[in-house]
Antibody, heavy 118, light 110 residues
Framework: QVQLVQSGNEVKKPGASVKVSCKTS????????INWVRQAPGQGLEWMGW?????????CAQKFQQGRLIMTRDTSINTAYMELSSLRSEDTAVYYC????????????WGQGTTVTV | QSVLTQPPSVSGAPRQRVTISCSGS????????AIWYQHLPGEPPKLLIH???LRPSGVSDRFSGSKSGTSASLAISGLQSEDEADYYC???????????FGGGTKLTVL
C-alpha cells in the first residue's frame, strides 16, 4: 500500500535549520507531487509548498518565498526532503509530507507527521 | 485569517445529521474542486471527500460533499462518537498558486 514515512521529531534552537525526510513506497515516486503541510499548536493546517519529484520543480506559499524553504528529493531512494532555515518559535509545528494528485483529487496520502520544536 | 471560511465548531447528537460549510472565492472553490479532510487527534489528516463530492474507497457513505458556486458543504449523517474530529476544507487557489485550507471546524458529538 502507499506509505509516506517521515523522519523523527526534532528540537532546534532559533536561527538553526531543520531537514525532514519523507520516504515513500507503494507507488511510483516520480508520478505524484509531494506537498508539505504544517500545523502549529492550536492552529489549523497550513500548506507550505509542493515539489515535482520527476523534474525537481517546486512552488511554495508566499510567506516562504524568501528562500527559507527548500524542497529536494532523491529519486534513487524514493525520498523527499523539506529543509526550513532561520527557524523561529513560530515554526514550532507538526510537519506533514503529503502525496499530491491534481486540483480535483487533492492531496491524498499523508505521512505520520514530524514534530519540530524551536 | 484563512482563505477559506469555516465555522469554528458544530455539534450534534448521535444519529443526527450535521453540515459544515466552507466559503471561498472564484479563484479557489469557484474554479477548482473542494476537498475535505478529517483530522483526529494524534493522527495525520485523512482524505474524506475529493472532486467536490467523491468519497475515496473506504470512507463511509455517511459522509457526503456538495458544492455550489464558491461554497462547499460537508454533511455527516447518523452521527457517531467516533466522528468527533476537526474537519478541514481545501482547494487549489489559482491566484495564490497553491493549496488553501479553511480554518477547520471542530465537531462535537453530544
Amino acid at each position: 500500500q502507499v506509505q509516506l514515512v517521515q523522519s523523527g521529531n526534532e528540537v532546534k534552537k532559533p536561527g538553526a535549520s531543520v531537514k525532514v525526510s519523507c520516504k515513500t513506497s507503494g507507488y511510483t515516486f516520480t508520478y505524484y507531487d509531494i506537498n508539505w503541510v504544517r500545523q502549529a499548536p492550536g492552529q489549523g493546517l497550513e500548506w507550505m509548498g509542493w515539489m515535482n519529484p520527476n523534474t525537481g520543480n517546486t512552488g511554495c506559499a508566499q510567506k516562504f518565498q524568501q528562500g527559507r524553504l527548500i524542497m529536494t528529493r532523491d529519486t534513487s531512494i524514493n525520498t523527499a526532503y523539506m529543509e526550513l532555515s532561520s527557524l523561529r518559535s513560530e515554526d514550532t509545528a507538526v510537519y506533514y509530507c503529503v502525496r499530491g494528485r491534481d486540483y480535483y483529487n487533492g492531496m491524498d496520502v499523508w505521512g505520520q507527521g514530524t514534530t519540530v520544536t524551536v | 485569517q484563512s482563505v477559506l471560511t469555516q465555522p469554528p465548531s458544530v455539534s450534534g447528537a448521535p444519529r443526527q445529521r450535521v453540515t459544515i460549510s466552507c466559503s471561498g472565492s472564484s479563484s479557489n472553490i469557484g474554479n477548482n474542486a473542494a476537498i475535505w479532510y478529517q483530522h483526529l487527534p494524534g493522527e495525520p489528516p485523512k482524505l474524506l471527500i475529493h472532486y467536490d463530492e467523491l468519497r475515496p474507497s473506504g470512507v463511509s457513505d455517511r459522509f457526503s460533499g456538495s458544492k455550489s458556486g464558491t461554497s462547499a458543504s460537508l454533511a455527516i449523517s447518523g452521527l457517531q462518537s467516533e466522528d468527533e474530529a476537526d474537519y478541514y476544507c481545501a482547494a487549489w487557489d489559482d491566484s495564490l498558486n497553491g493549496w488553501v485550507f479553511g480554518g477547520g471546524t471542530k465537531l462535537t458529538v453530544l
